[in-house]
């Protein structure tokens, strides 16, 4: 399953970005997706996470500007950034936690995108 990314770009504080990730149709079940972010030099930490139930978590670093959302008509998830900082700038990794049913039982994968880069200019 490659997971598609888009949306990543360079932009002034203040400003807003909204990035997209989509796992392609196919004979899964999506349990959650979530953001990761990694600076340069840094741990790759997470941003916000979503259920395919709809809870939410975020990063206490975020709460207030970034917003986590999913189509699921879509497979698609969404992280809207508002009031970027230059502290968000980092490669955003889209991550999907999915599930695989068969009749000898279920089985759990996890995915990675190949990560879009965040610019953020003060």
């Known amino acids: 399953v490659q997971l598609v990314e888009s949306g990543g770009g360079s932009v002034q504080a203040g400003n807003s970005l909204r990035l997209s990730c989509a796992v392609p149709?196919?004979?899964?079940?999506?349990?959650?997706m979530a953001w990761y972010r990694q600076a340069p030099g840094q741990q790759r930490e997470l941003v916000a996470s979503?259920?395919?139930?709809?809870?939410?978590n975020y990063a206490d670093s975020v709460k207030g500007r970034f917003t986590i959302s999913r189509d699921i008509t879509k497979n698609t998830v969404y992280l809207q950034m508002n009031n970027l900082k230059f502290e968000d700038t980092a490669v955003y990794y889209c991550?999907?936690?999915?599930?695989?049913?068969?009749?000898?039982?279920?089985?759990?994968?996890?995915?990675w995108g190949q990560g879009t880069q965040v610019t953020v200019s003060s």
């Open positions: 991550h999907a936690d999915i599930s695989v049913v068969t009749i000898e039982g279920k089985t759990d994968f996890a995915y």
């Open positions: 979503i259920t395919w139930g709809g809870t939410t």
């Open positions: 149709r196919s004979n899964f079940d999506i349990n959650a």
